[in-house]
């Protein structure tokens, strides 16, 4: 036992003492009894377990009376000395004790010395429980408080890990259970930033672009998009059932530099494609909720078909998309016109389609991809409807200058309609430039060029180019084709062409944007400067009949069979034209043939988005064999530098490149169509495709990620 403990007990016993020598004063200084029962009295009293001994002196210092215990050489002067000290103790027989001195007055004067000797044992057994209990006490708290510690940091260190977590993956901060936390405020801000940073650097990284196939497309669906649902919005359906005669259906594939494009796409993310029901035996062919499983026999996704009225079909289609948005985009010297009924009807129809999808979406944000000038209202229309939406609007056609756009008398309510987009694709950068500044110039929204995006209304629309493509054919494919030689004596067979003759073919719609006015006065320049191809050259022009209800296209119809008509009278000969104009529909087996067999093909459009002829061309011709006639103006010239490109409104320019192609040696064709097959087969329809995908989702992410960031803040 230390020496303070000891004090602080000897302090007790001196109290104590005090009392028992108190008590015990009036026994001692009373003359009878000390005589007669002082050792009684001493021998009750050490009955207490405290209380060991007890010793009687004298004034004199002598021992007068002791208890049995009271050491028996024990001389009153040392037990004096030893209750002087602070401690007071002794050993005595039985263990140690604390020695108390007290002098004893009685009337008569001093009566002597008590001398009282305490056990001290039950301090050293009760020091030693108090020790063991402190020390069970003090490591019962510290469990305690370690545990606590460690309970509060695991579920601070959990919700911190798992709001981080969330954030990552966008989902939430933290899990429903528990409350939101003030401390990741700051954390998903910074998250957020750092996510908006490695977008950019996404965006600006080297991409591997290369090998994009349907299967790639599928997995990015998978992956990335997490198997989301796709819905197609377009007006022009991928198949379209005709009625014959006998009442027997047929189907058929419209000729659409769009259908080209997203059917293997579609075929390559199932989903629903939503489109006009336009062909005669549509809705025989159509289950109760006008669903048809395509391709014919594959059943890869489903079409939902519409249906129009003819007044519908007049204002929207004809009138609205066809008269106005297709001249006023195009710039193709064709006045657009503009009718209010029309503009009702465009209005009226685009709430029908976007009315669709909402019904056919089986979540809240499915991602939809909105195909072309048709529907330029409808991205705010489902947005309205579905604001989790990832809505992907492809501008088919090319975007004018503020100034052109500028004429149409809606163009503010056009804009805002297309902003409703999530992602608005374009074939160029230079059309995303032109409709950047376009909303710069008609509406208030916000401009972040470095990231091309626009604010308006609080959403962000990220504006890209995404240059559209063809399915590369598969080796499969490939494999079942006629030869080149073989193709080539079939057309000159089925067309009555004399042997030895060159050909170059041009196919399209019969559209005033096409420039086939202008490969026409071509044809007759090169004749006229190079009188050695007459009777050595033949002209092939599939123009397949489009839009023939309108005015504008019967006309230019009808110039185009003018000029072929002059042509032939001046270099033909009765059974051998120099102009075969096929204006008919022919299907992709037949377009592949022909281009197969000819030794030029001419893109010559006065303007065109991307245009596809020039890619399917390419495609074809795995002999490495023939030349293309590019205009400069058809989106695909700035991915084609191998062609010949050509200003098609210059005929001497024009000329001379049909002549060079012509003349072109067998080497110099092999050269350019290898290069540029390489680059279609590359820049695949996947890849337009797949690009996009990826965009949007990033964007899905983002979405999510800033979702839980709001709610988060508000909370
Ligand atoms: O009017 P149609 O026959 O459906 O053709 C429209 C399509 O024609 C194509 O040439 C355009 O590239 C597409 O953008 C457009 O959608």
Not at 41 to 69: H, K, M, N, Y
Not at 78 to 84: I, L, T
Not at 335 to 345: I, K, S, T
């Amino acid at each position: 036992m230390d020496r303070l403990t000891l004090r602080w007990f000897a302090r007790d016993l001196d109290m104590r003492g005090n009392l028992v020598a108190n008590a015990l004063a009036d026994s001692l200084t009373d003359a009878e009894t000390r005589g007669r029962k002082l050792q009684a009295i001493f021998d009750r009293a050490v009955q207490d377990e405290r209380l060991v001994a007890i010793g009687w002196c004298s004034p004199s210092g002598q021992v007068l009376r002791r208890t049995a215990r009271f050491p028996k050489d024990l001389e009153c002067s040392h037990a004096k000395e030893v209750a002087a000290d602070r401690v007071a103790t002794m050993n005595i027989e039985g263990g140690s004790v604390h020695v108390s001195f007290h002098p004893i007055v009685g009337e008569a004067g001093a009566a002597g010395d008590l001398v009282l000797m305490h056990d001290l044992s039950f301090i050293e057994r009760r020091s030693q429980d108090t020790r063991k209990y402190l020390i069970i006490l003090i490591a019962t708290l510290g469990g305690a408080i370690a545990l606590v510690t460690v309970i509060v940091a695991q579920l601070s260190w959990r919700g911190w890990v798992s709001g981080a977590h969330a954030l990552l993956r966008g989902e939430g901060l933290l899990k429903p259970m528990l409350p939101p936390s003030p401390e990741l405020a700051p954390l998903a801000a910074d998250l957020r930033e750092r996510l908006r940073d490695l977008e950019d650097e996404y965006r600006r990284m080297p991409r591997s672009d290369e090998g994009w196939s349907a299967e790639r497309l599928q997995s990015l669906l998978r992956t990335q998009l997490r198997g989301d649902e796709v819905i197609v919005v377009s007006n022009r359906e991928p198949y379209i059932h005709e009625k014959q005669q006998d009442g027997s259906l047929v189907v058929r594939r419209p000729a659409s530099g769009l259908v080209t494009a997203v059917e293997p796409v579609m075929r390559a993310c199932s989903g629903t494609w939503i489109a006009h029901g336009s062909g005669s035996g549509d809705r025989a062919a159509v289950d109760r909720h006008d669903h048809v499983p395509l391709p014919p026999g594959e059943d890869e996704y489903q079409l939902r078909r519409l249906w129009l009225t003819e007044e519908q079909e007049q204002g929207y289609y004809y009138g609205f998309a066809n008269e106005g948005l297709w001249p006023l985009c195009h710039v193709a010297h064709v006045r657009p016109v503009f009718r209010e009924q029309d503009w009702e009807h465009y209005r009226n129809v685009n709430q029908l389609f976007a009315d669709a999808v909402v019904a056919e979406a089986r979540s809240e944000d499915p991602v939809v991809l909105v195909q072309d000038y048709h529907f330029a209202l409808l991205p705010a229309m489902v947005r309205r409807k579905l604001p989790r939406a990832t809505i992907l609007t492809f501008w088919h056609i090319p975007w004018p200058n503020p100034e052109s756009f500028g004429i149409c008398p809606w163009r503010r309510e056009i804009l805002e309609g297309m902003l409703g987009s999530t992602i608005l694709g374009f074939h160029t950068r230079y059309h995303c430039k032109n409709f950047i500044e376009t909303v710069d110039r008609y509406l208030e929204a916000r401009i972040e060029h470095e990231h091309s995006t626009i604010t308006y209304g609080g959403e962000d629309t990220l504006v890209e180019s995404y240059p559209i493509s063809i399915e590369w054919p598969s080796p499969e494919e490939a494999r079942e084709w006629p030869s080149p030689g073989q193709c080539r004596t079939e057309l000159f067979e089925r067309l009555n062409i004399p042997a030895g003759h060159r050909v170059a073919v041009g196919v399209d719609r019969f559209d005033y944007t096409k420039g086939i006015l202008e490969r026409l006065n071509a044809v007759e320049r090169l004749l006229e400067k190079h009188p050695e191809w007459r009777d050595r050259f033949t002209f092939v022009q599939v123009a397949a009949p489009s839009r023939g209800a309108l005015e504008e296209y019967r006309a230019f119809r009808e110039r185009i069979e003018r000029a072929t008509a002059r042509i032939n009278e001046r270099f033909g000969r009765p059974d051998a034209p120099v102009v075969r104009l096929l204006a008919q529909h022919h299907d992709h087996d037949q377009v592949m043939r022909l281009y197969r067999a000819a030794d030029v093909c001419m893109v010559t459009s006065l303007h065109d988005g991307m245009n596809l002829v020039c890619k399917e061309f390419v495609a074809a011709r795995d002999d490495e064999r023939g030349v293309l006639v590019l205009s400069r103006f058809a989106g695909a010239a700035r991915e084609m530098p191998e062609a010949l490109v050509v200003n098609p409104y210059h005929v001497e320019e024009t000329a001379d490149a049909l002549h060079q192609a012509l003349t072109m040696p067998p080497a110099e064709q092999r050269e350019r169509m290898a290069s540029l097959r390489s680059t279609v087969h590359e820049y695949n329809v996947y890849r337009w495709a797949g690009r996009m995908l990826a965009d949007a989702a990033r964007l899905r992410l983002r979405q999510r990620v800033s979702d839980r960031v709001q709610r988060h803040s508000v909370a």
